[in-house]
């Protein structure tokens, strides 16, 4: 899915109702308004890298803690540890307005990768 503009026949030619002001009569974006989406684009960027970089430390960590669990023979997994962790993700989605449900899902499927490489570490 992409943020692009799209040539919509619904709207008719030389009307900005869908985009306001940022088209002029031949369906190009205004300059000022290209220049918000560059800038706008490139915050997305910068922030796509810090979680990406956040994710490899965060399994960095996660490895640790499987080979801990995999030296004592403690099981992969951490029912109780998770339901903990989704509870306060929740919690802290719900205080930066972001959807308690989405962030629960986004932990569930890091919860899941999380046990598949402590399972493989303690196989092997």
Known sequence: MTDQPTNSSATPAGSTAATG??????????EAVRSEL????????NIDAAVVHMLAERFKATQRVGRLKAEHKLPPADPARERAQITRLRELAAGAHLDPVFAEKFLNFIIAEVIRHHEAIAQS
């Not at 560059?38 to 960027?45: A, Q, Y």
Request: net charge negative; aromatic share 0%; glycine share 12%.
């Open 38 to 45: 560059v800038s706008l684009r490139e915050s997305i960027d």
């Open 21 to 30: 002001d940022a088209a002029d009569g031949n369906g190009e974006i205004a």
